[in-house]
T-cell receptor, first 117, second 114 residues
Framework: GAVVSQHPSWVICKSGTSVKIECRSL??????MFWYRQFPKQSLMLMAT?????????EQGVEKDKFLINHASLTLSTLTVTSAHPEDSSFYIC?????????????FGNGTRLTVT | AQSVTQPDIHITVSEGASLELRCNYS??????LFWYVQSPGQGLQLLLK??????LVQGIKGFEAEFKRSQSSFNLRKPSVHWSDAAEYFC????????????FGAGTQVVVTP
């Protein structure tokens, strides 16, 4: 089955530094990837939609300059949290859709736990 | 406004008993509907989905869900729960023209007792 790999699975960083999270589709080509954020005990909130070769589309209230998204190939999208602060600590999950449009819904990664100290 | 509601934040069920998780949605048209399960610290696993056709949908792990248009509901059921079913369950919807952009409900935490 389709697999989406996220790396790292967890990361701790100091306030003010930047952190990059990778999302890879391992056995299919993903034209579109989505980034979600999940705060403790809460649901997932869509942050942005990432299309290969074009700029990401951010949801209302998500700072595009803080959460940089790059989707340079059909198998890789990255989310960079710039100048991270403790309030950015969260669980970040990516998902991907295949180019075949096979009506198969999203394939989710296992998430990245970010802790900003 | 579009919304997804899971009325039950927390449900405790005995192993072997039946389980039903409620989900109601508010959308302009019939959206795509999904149920996902999340174990602690993990990503999401798709249990089942409804796009069109038969309103009773069978999923993995013995789960099923029924789409009821008149009630704007998509409730998840399992006849007999196993201890391994303890997890967080999310109902999600996506617009028909962009089924990748999921809007999630708040989730229901399921606890299974011996």
């Amino acid at each position: 089955g389709a697999v989406v790999s996220q790396h790292p699975s967890w990361v701790i960083c100091k306030s003010g530094t930047s952190v990059k999270i990778e999302c890879r589709s391992l056995d299919f080509q993903a034209t579109t990837m989505f980034w979600y954020r999940q705060f403790p005990k809460q649901s997932l909130m869509l942050m942005a939609t990432s299309n290969e070769g074009s700029k990401a589309t951010y949801e209302q209230g998500v700072e595009k300059d803080k959460f940089l998204i790059n989707h340079a190939s059909l198998t890789l999208s990255t989310l960079t949290v710039t100048s991270a602060h403790p309030e950015d600590s969260s669980f970040y999950i990516c998902s991907a859709t295949s180019v075949t449009g096979d009506n198969s819904p999203l394939h989710f990664g296992n998430g990245t736990r970010l802790t900003v100290t | 406004a579009q919304s997804v509601t899971q009325p039950d934040i927390h449900i405790t069920v005995s192993e072997g008993a039946s389980l039903e998780l409620r989900c109601n949605y508010s959308y302009g048209a019939t959206p795509y509907l999904f149920w996902y399960v999340q174990s602690p610290g993990q990503g999401l696993q798709l249990l089942l989905k409804y796009f069109s056709g038969d309103t009773l949908v069978q999923g993995i792990k013995g789960f099923e869900a029924e789409f009821k248009r008149s009630q704007s509901s998509f409730n998840l059921r399992k006849p007999s729960v196993h201890w391994s079913d303890a997890a967080e369950y999310f109902c999600a919807v996506a617009p028909g023209d962009s089924w990748g952009k999921l809007q999630f409900g708040a989730g229901t935490q399921v606890v299974v007792t011996p």
